[in-house]
């Protein structure tokens, strides 16, 4: 999936969900002046059969359980005072008009302009 942001900005997204090898990410954010990439999980080489073998994880809670816990204890705390942190209904909003939007490029196989209203006073 190809998107382009209001200011020009063209994000590439390749998605492979069924892979049967373990659970793989990769993220790249490629600039005018340089790249960033997500580490690899700092994993032990093996050395083995005549081979190296560096494991990968096998689901998400090996790589991002820490993450998860975070994010989940900050919602915790954020109700316990009395506010909200996060994604809000907005937020939900626009992705399911995103997701339309994508299913309907994917079906199509065109571009598709999303169109969202403006932001109501009460999501800023």
Known sequence: MILTTKSGVRIDVESFVNCRYGYDIKCEVVCEEGTLNLPEPA?????VNAARIT???SDWSQRFVEAYNTEF???INACKAGRVDGPTAWDGYVA???A???SKARD???VVHIEVEEIPE???
Do not use: D, H, L
């Open 43 to 47: 994993n032990a080489m093996i050395r």
């Open 55 to 57: 494991p990968i994880c």
């Open 73 to 75: 204890q900050e919602w």
């Open 96 to 98: 399911q008009v995103t």
């Open 100 to 102: 339309k939007a994508a």
């Open 108 to 110: 199509t196989g065109s």
């Open 122 to 124: 009460f999501y800023k």
